[in-house]
């Protein structure tokens, strides 16, 4: 899209009025029909901008050699990364109808190099969630299946991307939720090393874990806006000083060969659905026939990954989200008749916080309660050191590790809300890479039983430019092998009710009754 951007052989107007027509067409509103990946559309802003970039390259000279080769593609943002002008909830009631008074550093890098940003996408509430299905205003659908799971908690992005109502999404992957969901749309989720994109003014859920990325249809797609988004910050202290180079140049390269390449040991086998494993097994034959020396490596303490994840992802979640009282932040609810601040604190986390955010917060006050800390977030933290070092000696046999993305295919929706326990094992595969900052990046690996499956690279620390080179060798030869992309095998969709039933070229706000 941008290279027909810049041959003129389309304007930026017509390419973000047709994902604006596609959303109107499928996304629907949340109360039933559509995919409903968008919480919010940003109809008049995200064409006013396409116009700016269009009369730029239209007058040419200097300032249209400077625009950036990105500008005029159209974006989607996660709602848990602040806006201005466009409303932020992070799928919370908590926060309806807030509007930020400033824009996220990555959301700066966007309007500076003049994407239009189509809307707020969907998600579980306050990031909390492997499904989608803990938003406080309605489920968003999978694309390959509508009585399916987009996974979570940035189905909106993977779902807006896999229904071409976007070309680009912007998510947030604490223990895999932008890989996650990538796997189980067809589509590429990126997670960068820790502190390679700002996470100034994105709604933190577990500071040490969160980290903002790509959701994109193909490697080189994810690969140059990570380049966009990345680089240090000074309003960010985790922003790592220098920037991560060379991501869409290993991505172009279409070369694995004198790769060593690790299979992890734990992260196949019991509990992964044998469609999943079938296809990765084919994606590492794919591997070495490209010329990747494969080898297997053990990383022994992955296993206690998840339960220190779900340890520590609480304690730092139910902080963070202290500050949502109804006093210093969130919206306010009042007991009949009033209340002392204790009550109305009591009854606004009551009303604002869905059961998911709760169970969370009570898992997390409780790890870090006096006489518990030593011996739930204490162990949890030395359990992370051990993962951490598990990389570190994986690392120094291979350039990169690949393993399944996902343990299984989307599931249908309520199949895992009852089971808490069951829907965090979706996360095993992913949850390791948070611990250890390291980046990793889920694509497309063919399909099972009718639904996508996804393969996982994870890569040391700043070396997300090798994660993109071996990700872009097997899109590239999987591609060949399908004759055409992954995406291009997705059913078509019913169009939905539309999701702006009169003043068309406004912008929308999903509210509690679903209704716009």
């Known amino acids: 899209m941008a290279e027909r951007l810049r041959a003129g052989e389309i304007t930026s107007v017509e390419l973000t009025r047709a994902h604006l027509d596609r959303i109107a067409a499928v996304d629907g509103d949340g109360s039933g029909t559509g995919i409903h990946a968008f919480l919010h559309v940003n109809t008049d802003e995200a064409l006013a901008v396409a116009a700016e970039v269009d009369a730029i390259r239209a007058a040419g000279g200097a300032e249209a050699e400077a625009l950036h080769p990105l500008a005029g593609v159209p974006v989607a943002v996660k709602d848990n990364i602040v806006t201005v002008g466009q409303p932020t909830t992070a799928a919370s009631r908590m926060l309806e109808g807030w509007m930020s008074p400033y824009d996220a550093t990555v959301v700066t890098r966007l309007r500076e ?13 306050f990031a909390m969630g492997g499904s989608t299905e803990h938003s406080a205003f309605g489920n968003t659908r999978n694309p390959w299946d509508p009585e399916r799971i987009p996974g979570g908690s940035g189905g909106g992005s993977a779902a807006a991307v896999a ?48 980290q903002v990325g790509p959701v994109a249809r193909t490697v080189q797609d994810a690969a140059a806006l990570q380049e966009l988004l990345g680089g240090h910050d000074p309003k960010d202290s985790t922003s790592l000083p220098e920037p991560i180079e060379g991501l869409l140049e290993a991505a172009r390269r279409d070369d694995v060969a004198g790769l060593r390449i690790g299979i992890v040991t734990e992260l196949k086998g019991e509990g992964y659905q044998e469609g999943v494993l079938a296809r990765f097994r084919e994606a590492v034959a794919v591997l070495k026939e490209a010329g990747a020396e494969v080898v ?90 051990l993962v951490q070092r598990d990389f570190e000696a994986a690392f120094a046999q291979v350039d990169v590790l690949v393993s399944p993305t996902s343990p299984t295919t989307a599931f249908g929706f309520g199949e895992k809300l009852d089971d808490p326990l069951a829907m ?27 639904l996508p499956v996804g393969v996982q690279f994870l890569a040391p620390a700043r070396a997300d430019a090798v994660m993109y080179r071996a990700a872009a060798a097997l899109e590239s030869r999987l591609e060949q092998a399908w004759d055409g992309p992954l995406w291009a095998q997705a059913p078509e969709l019913d169009e939905a009710r539309p999701a702006q039933p009169a003043g068309v070229g406004t912008s929308r706000t999903t509210t509690a009754g679903g209704e716009d």
């Not at 190099?113 to 509430?125: F, S, V, W």
């Not at 094992?425 to 039983?449: E, F, K, Q």
């Open 113 to 125: 190099a003049r994407l239009p940003i189509l809307g707020k996408t969907n998600m579980d509430e």
């Open 296 to 385: 297997e490596v053990s990383c022994p303490h992955f296993r206690y990954a998840l339960g220190a994840y779900y340890l520590i992802m609480p304690s730092e979640a139910s902080s963070n989200l202290a500050k949502f009282d109804g006093v210093r932040y969130g919206n306010r609810v009042v007991p009949d008749g009033g209340g002392t601040i204790e009550q109305v604190m009591g009854a606004t986390r009551a009303a604002g916080f869905g059961e998911e955010v709760k169970r969370r917060i009570i898992l997390g006050t409780y790890a870090l309660s006096a006489g518990y800390y030593d011996a739930y977030y204490g162990s949890a933290q030395k359990i992370r050191t």
């Open 163 to 210: 229904a071409f109502m976007a070309p680009l999404a912007l998510g947030s992957d604490t223990g895999g939720s932008i890989r996650q969901p990538g796997a189980v749309t067809g589509t590429v989720g990126a997670k960068p090393t820790y502190g390679g994109v700002s996470r100034y003014g994105v709604i933190a859920m577990a500071s040490s874990l969160d």
């Open 424 to 450: 965090y094992l979706n996360d095993v595969a992913t949850i390791p890479a948070n611990l250890a900052g390291v980046p990793g990046i889920s694509v497309p690996g063919g399909l099972a039983d009718g």
